[in-house]
């Protein structure tokens, strides 16, 4: 298969950043099609960590990156990240990045609000307060900022008096002071050159590279049940996370995504609020916290934790019509001597296989669970499946019978080279 989409299929943080990274050595784009920098991709290449919140991982491999037209873009946040990874050596020029010019801008007021939202809300979402919500609605309600307004003073100032009309009773209502549209206008104007230099029709570009037989890679954010629509709603990301939108949210139509491979943690994790049938509170929890660094790239909020939820990963099986997964963390599993997997869930009384759609329920599941043997020794850094215990390949194997999808790839350690291949998600 010529592209390959790499989506979370849990709450997110199950280890895109290093697959994505891995794989990109195999791809000639990679590209981001939802999400914005709420994202936290760490990449340990040799003694060099890079932590991208926006950028597709495929800048650090050098590859022909691209920004797609359904990720919402903070403009400021993107020359700051571009200066970060320059620091380390990387320069990122157009040569390198695309940003697609229909994409829509985060600004300072898409913070404020959701920051404000969060601190006033007795039942709060946890975001992670950077604006994604806020700019997500605004892109629906047809008032965003997209990055062509950059190059159009006339429509800028417009469409930021449109804009600026919308949020100041919000804001009044939240204690906000005021916003000064000349001095936004003037801030984007001077931003304006660095950023449009990036910009380009990304579809025409994305077409133009399938038609002449390169690879795709599309590296999903967050994780299938954060997706709006799929989620456990409200306690979500603003957009849709799931491998569909990997054709929308780039524009390269319904044949681009190929293969899905979706990135399955050997436990769960969450951060923010929301239901987590298996979340543990006592010392198996603290031990995947601990062992895992279950805390998060962006806020450094420690993430909850669980075990494995197999009821959960079949349905995002479903939902993204995954081909395969790539399986991470197992070493964090080392030295416990009994494992349990959630095979389903009882819901007042009756057995449920999948997670149900209302928030009530969600709540209200019992996780039924299946246990296994552990293992003593380490599987930390293995390179081939000859290396890990026999308890190891049970566990897997069994994680491939309950979800129903293979493994294709096995991450042992964030090092790039600690993974193990069972099957090439570009050939397959
Ligand atoms: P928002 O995306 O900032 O609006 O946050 C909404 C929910 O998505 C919160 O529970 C966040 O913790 C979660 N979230 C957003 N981005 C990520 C991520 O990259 N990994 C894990 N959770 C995320």
Redesign the pocket.
Known sequence: MANVTVIGAQ???EGKGKLVDWLSNRADVVVRFQ?GH???HTLVVGNQTYKLSLLPSGVVQGKLSIIGNGVVVDPWHLLKEIEGIGAQGIKIGPELLVLADNACLILPIHRDL?QAREAAATNK??????G??PAYEDKVGRRAIRVADLADREALEAKIDRLLAHHAPLRAGLGLPPVDAAALLAELEDLAPKILAFAQPAWLKLDGIVKSGKRVLFEG???AL?DVDHGTYP????SNTVAGQAAAGSGLGPKGPGYVLGIVKAYTT?????PFPTELFDEVGQHLGTVGREF?T?TGRSRRCGWFDAALVRQSVALNGISGIALTKLDVLDGLPTLKICTGYRLNGQDIGYLPAGLKAQGQLEPVYEEMEGWSETTQGARSWKDLPASAVKYVRRIEELIGAPVALLSTSPQRDDTILMRDPFHD
Do not use: H, M
């Not at 969450?270 to 929301?274: A, M, S, T, W």
């Open positions: 709450w997110g943080d999400g709420n994202a936290g959701d979402i946890g975001t992670t307060g950077r994604i919500g954010a967050q994780g954060l306690y979500v990301t603003s969450r951060v923010g609020e929301g998060g962006v």
